[in-house]
């Protein structure tokens, strides 16, 4: 059974820090690139990193980029969203997703992989 379940997500004043965990199980974690996206109300569906399975290629969204870092432990099926001067428009529901193919083949529309996590709510107080 596959599954991918989120963890670390919370309350943080703007400018805070969070770091968010995915850990996944059921299927060769390894050979997956693992993605991570977020969902705010009336908002679309925005990619916000990914990491290659082999070569640990990363790859960010426009809004996150020098803040957010992803990373990933095989050895312990887990990939890292560290999150750095959070801002309101960072508030949202953030989900992990496993992909079978390589990061740029999404084209940062992480949702689209094969296999996706519950989300773990991110919220920003200004």
């Not at 309350?11 to 060769?28: A, D, E, I, N, Y």
């Not at 290629?57 to 099926?77: L, P």
């Amino acid at each position: 059974q596959v599954q991918l379940v989120e963890s670390g997500g919370g309350l943080v004043q703007t400018g805070g820090s969070l770091r968010l965990s995915c850990g996944g199980s059921g299927f060769p974690f390894d050979d997956y690139a693992i993605g991570w996206f977020r969902q705010a109300p009336g908002k679309e569906r925005e990619g916000v990193a990914c990491i290659s399975s082999t070569t640990l290629t990363t790859y960010y969204g426009d809004s996150v980029k020098g803040r957010f870092t992803i990373s990933r432990d095989n050895a312990k099926n887990a990939v890292y969203l560290q999150m750095n001067s959070l801002k309101p428009e960072d508030a949202g529901l953030y989900h992990c997703a496993a992909g079978h193919t390589a990061c740029s083949f999404y084209g940062g529309k992480y949702y689209y992989m094969d296999y996706l996590g519950q989300g773990t709510q991110v919220s920003v107080s200004s």
